[in-house]
């Protein structure tokens, strides 16, 4: 092997070892394959008299404080005009804590008060915070005996959480296990009757959320330490042109799509993921 082949294998190793070391440091799942949705996927409609009704219990399930207002910003403005009984859980603090340089005291402080800012915007009873690592989040069963002792002492009627079964092919790693925890707490207690799972590629329920756009954006700038200025007319332009989408395939100006999961008809072996 000569001297200049050498020097290319080191340089191009190395590179390939830094992309790879970044790629597994930054907290983001990218699918080159991703699983395929089921198919066939019906459309389902997962009790929507109760659940716009106002009686009905609703536990969501989060990774971030503002993940809610991001994913489900339609779904919680027609929620609030219902006013059922909605508690939430927030995996972390969103204290970016991995990042160098961060003060992440400060930023669970502020965010946490965002939170609850937002929870009193749709009518929220209470959030409990479970104070895991921000951006390295896993499915373990201290998260998932933390859910579950939500929903014991809730008793809900829906759960709402993440998709982690059939994700974006792009997405962040705390999403999916903060779903993975949730999907499989909600099986294990089989106490919620739906389990509404957002953020996916198979959604067999969707919302029209055509009127809720202003009282949507109102929730993402609540939270003004991740959404400000030139930032938050990004961020809105990513949920609207989202929604709009879901809307343009179901028939809507503006949607949100939902993979529901009947959980008293769940197969067993999919309780025992």
Known sequence: MTKSTRTRLIVYGSLAAGLWGLYVWVPWNIDIIPPR???????????????????????????????SAF?????????????????????????????????????????????????????????LFLGEPDGRL???????EGIKRTLERTQPDYLICFDPDFPRRMSHQDHRRAGEAALEAGLQTQIPKWILM???????????????????QHLLEIHASQFHDHRL?????????????????????????????????????????
């Open 71 to 127: 994913y489900i910003g339609g779904l919680l403005t027609k929620l609030a005009a219902a006013q059922p009984q909605i508690h939430q859980v927030i995996c972390t603090d969103g204290d970016k804590g991995y990042y160098p340089f961060e003060d992440w005291q400060r930023n669970r402080r502020v965010r946490r008060q965002e939170a609850l800012h937002e929870a009193r915007t749709w009518g929220g009873v209470d959030i």
């Open 37 to 67: 949705p089921p198919n066939p996927n019906p459309p389902v409609d997962p009790d929507s008299a109760l659940l716009f009704s106002g009686q009905a219990k609703i536990l969501i399930v989060t990774a971030h404080p503002d993940d």
């Open 138 to 144: 896993r499915s373990n069963d201290r998260v998932v």
């Open 198 to 216: 957002f953020a996916t590629r198979a959604p067999n329920y969707v919302l029209d959320i055509s009127n809720e756009w202003p009282a949507q």
């Open 233 to 273: 007319e990004m961020i809105r332009g990513m949920v609207g042109q989202r929604q709009s989408e879901e809307g343009r395939l179901n028939g809507y100006f503006m949607a949100e799509g939902f993979r529901c999961l009947s959980v008293r008809s769940a197969q067993p072996s999919t309780a025992a993921r």
